[in-house]
């Protein structure tokens, strides 16, 4: 027990909440973006694996991190906009989209990988580039506060950055204001002159601009490689944020720091001998948990009504 406190009563685990909950910051926020808009994004996980590969692949092909976040988010934002076509445009349902981007994702990422790198597991063989970390003056030399606050990945700082926007933009703009509404109120919208079609696509493409900062990370940040389904849940996980955060951009944040911290102890008593198969349930775990204790909750709430 004296060795499980030692491990995670230190700055080092408390600079790895930070740094796991930086991809699941930006799927949530995407997730509350599309939700509320009325068109629920399932596709998270799929959009953050094309992003992962695409941003290991063209920083590899142009020796450039930059040129790799480009493509990472042009890819996916490439990947909402099929997805807001078929599904707004040609009314295919959105969850059977979702189901589809992602399975696509899953094998297509993996047959490129093959064809580029001749492998189907990882992409060590190529030297792709990875995104700088950031010091924070004064901040750093702090005890305690430093070392857990900087030194991270710049796209760690993206995220929590990415809370406010999500914030400012949901709550203190016309572009919100319409979103919102389409979502609340979709007829009501469009008596007044608010494009339905039109404001869902631009949060889809919202959406899938965040995803594709989160898988830039997962391959650029995180690591400095490309595996297999390396998203590894990361989006569905969100999507058990966003609802437990009630499409709300600050609870959904709070509820993914949670999640995060699920995620960094999973990570840190693998060091301590525990079974690895056991360890790797822990995020998990914790997501059912969650959404136990939200669904419990909403039906008294209901009952209570």
Known sequence: MKAFTDLIFTTDFFYSILRVTTPLLFASMAAVVSDVAGV????????????????????????????????????????AGVLAFFTLYYKTNIILGGIAINSLASGGTIF????????????????????????????????????????HNVLTYLAVASVVFTYLLLKRTALGWHIRAVGEKPDAADSVGISVTKTQAIALIISGVMCGFGGAFMSMGYVSWFSRDMVSGRGWIALAAEAMGRQHPLGTAATSLLFGVADALSNAVATLGWPSDLVKTIPYCATLLGLAIFSIRAYKRAKAA
């Open 112 to 151: 490129f990988l093959y064809l580029v790198a001749h492998d189907k597991g990882t992409s060590v063989s190529l030297a792709s580039k990875v995104l700088p970390n950031v010091n924070i003056p004064f901040i750093e030399s702090i005890p305690i506060i430093g070392p857990v606050i900087s030194g």
């Open 40 to 79: 629920p994004n399932i596709a998270l996980e799929g959009i953050m694996l094309i992003a992962a590969f695409a941003g290991m692949f063209f920083s590899y092909l142009f020796e450039s991190a930059l040129a790799g976040l480009f493509f990472a988010l042009f890819f996916a934002v490439l990947a």
